[in-house]
Structure formats: structure tokens, C-alpha cells
């Protein structure tokens, strides 16, 4: 049988952003929804479309089919330079765009200034060249705008991966850890049931079997370190899971984040706690509750 952490390393591929998909015979770009807005993801679109797209310091610029578009990362504001205009003109779009470590992400009304539309069905993009390419969807990797990091009373946030599943996000600076119930996962990722089940089968080998099994995962926009420590209350009930006590890492280390080293792992929570009701979760001084199940 695949050790348990083979199985959960292999599990936890499912909450890191994904890598660009090209389909053999086709192309798709990444698109999720965040805060409500439907969002695409702009450096697979620059490679679907034959663009160029270069990021320094916060700022993306993309040369398309219509010129030449400015973006700024957590900005609802850009520029466009249009190949016969003479300078550059304001352009602004519904929602911010969000830079994720190396991706970059743009609300879909952003597209048009791109020669991009959407298609009627919603699932591909109309290119400049009248072609098309299909629209992967994904739950959104988790990263938060800048200036919405950076307030307090939005410093988490309980959302949705599909399928009824709830994940509980906290939001530290430029760190993001997300906490879901492990056995609902094949709810939104039934291609992942398999792999779940074999995670939970190890789980119970291990001495956990009367546990609850969270799925942790923190991502960085920037290299830092974290605090392993987490803390559960409901009704009477007080716990601290501390690495390696009942925190244990699949990926990555105790101590550190960074862009190119996200952390995952599982917390096994005592049954005691019950997941249908609300549940009170710190981490990093920020305290949140949360349903996992319903």
C-alpha cells in the first residue's frame, strides 16, 4: 500500500494553482470566480494567443492584437496603447486584478481591451485571430487583492470549492492558508475519490481512525515564514495543534513559505469536534468560524 504521505502529497496538488493546461489538439486558459467576479487567468491566455506578457514589480504588461495593456495588481484601474493612438488612455475594468505569485488574473470585461470575448456559452474565449480556446474552470487559488489583504476585517473568509464543499481561508500578509474537510473533497473533485479514500484508509492505519482529517495548504506570494499552530474551540471543547502534534506536512517545512515552496498537509481533529456545527478556528492571531459540512 502507497505510504500516507505519497497519497496526501499527491492529494494536495489539487489546492496548489495549477499549472497551465494544453489539451493535445487544443488550448485552454484557467478561469475561477473570486468575490463574484468571473476571473481568467492572463498568462495563459498571452500563450493561447501568441501574446507577450511581462511582469516586473506588481505591473504586467500584455501586447495583443489591440496594442499594448498595462496592468496593476490589485488595481480595477490599467492603460492601453493602441498601435496608431498616441498615448496611452485610461481603461478600467469591474473587479481588481489579482497577482498570484507568478499568475496573473483579470476580470473577464478586462478581456475586450485584450480583442478577447467571451462566448455566448461561457465556457471559451473568442481570440482576435477567430479562434478559440476553451476555459478551464477551477476554484480560485486564494489569493486576496493587495489592498484587501491588508485590511483587517478581511483577514478570512469562508468560500466554496464546489459541490457544497466550504474551505476556511486566513489571510496573513502575503500568505494564505486554506482549511477544507478531506472527506468531502471528491464531492467537488470526483476525479480525486479514489485517491481520497486511499488518504483516510492511511489515516485509520496510523492510530487516526476516529479523527477528523482537515487538508491544510499555505501559499505565498512572497517568500516568509508561518506559524504551525492552530487552534479549535467549540462549546467546552479547546484544542492547539502544533507541528508535528496533529499537524503533520506532506510539503513543505514549518517555518517557511514562499512562491515556489507552498506548504500541505492534513490536521487530524479529535471526532469530539463536530463538523456540522459552527466551529471556532485561530491562526495568526485571527480568529474565524466556520461549517465545514452541512
Do not use: C
Not at 481588481?96 to 478577447?116: C, H, K, R, S
Not at 478559440?132 to 469562508?158: C, M, R, Y
Amino acid at each position: 500500500m502507497p505510504s500516507k504521505r505519497r497519497i496526501i502529497a499527491a492529494l494536495l496538488l489539487l489546492a496548489l494553482p495549477a499549472a497551465s493546461v494544453v489539451a493535445q489538439g487544443g488550448r485552454s486558459v484557467r478561469a475561477a470566480r473570486h468575490a463574484g467576479a468571473a476571473y481568467a487567468e492572463l498568462t495563459d491566455l498571452a500563450r493561447a494567443a501568441g501574446a507577450v506578457a511581462t511582469a516586473v514589480d506588481g505591473v504586467l504588461t500584455f501586447r495583443g492584437a489591440l496594442g499594448v495593456v498595462t496592468f496593476f495588481a490589485g488595481s480595477t484601474a490599467g492603460l492601453m496603447q493602441r498601435p496608431t493612438g498616441g498615448g496611452p488612455i485610461d481603461v478600467s475594468f469591474s473587479a481588481p486584478v489579482i497577482q498570484y505569485g507568478a499568475e496573473w488574473w483579470a476580470p473577464l470585461d478586462a478581456l475586450e481591451y485584450l480583442g478577447v470575448e467571451p462566448s455566448a456559452s461561457g465556457a471559451a474565449l473568442w481570440l482576435a485571430n477567430g479562434s478559440e480556446v476553451a476555459l478551464a474552470n477551477e476554484a480560485f487559488p486564494g489569493a486576496p487583492p493587495p489592498a484587501l489583504a491588508a485590511s483587517a476585517d478581511a483577514a478570512w473568509e469562508v468560500t466554496e470549492l464546489g459541490a457544497g464543499v466550504t474551505a476556511l481561508r486566513f489571510y496573513d500578509g502575503a500568505v494564505a492558508l486554506t482549511l477544507l474537510d478531506l472527506a468531502l473533497l471528491p464531492l467537488a473533485r470526483p476525479e480525486l475519490t479514489t485517491a481520497v479514500d486511499a488518504a483516510l484508509d492511511a489515516a485509520w492505519l496510523s492510530g487516526a481512525a476516529s479523527d477528523n482529517v482537515l487538508l491544510l495548504q499555505l501559499v505565498a506570494a512572497e517568500a516568509t515564514t508561518w506559524e504551525a499552530t492552530l487552534r479549535f474551540s467549540q462549546g467546552s471543547r479547546e484544542l492547539e495543534v502544533r507541528y508535528p502534534y496533529r499537524l503533520l506536512l506532506q510539503e513543505g517545512t514549518a517555518d517557511s513559505v514562499a512562491p515556489d515552496s507552498p506548504v500541505a498537509g492534513v490536521i487530524l481533529l479529535p471526532a469530539g469536534f463536530d463538523l456540522y456545527s459552527p466551529l471556532g478556528v485561530e491562526w495568526g492571531g485571527v480568529s474565524a468560524q466556520v461549517s465545514f459540512r452541512r
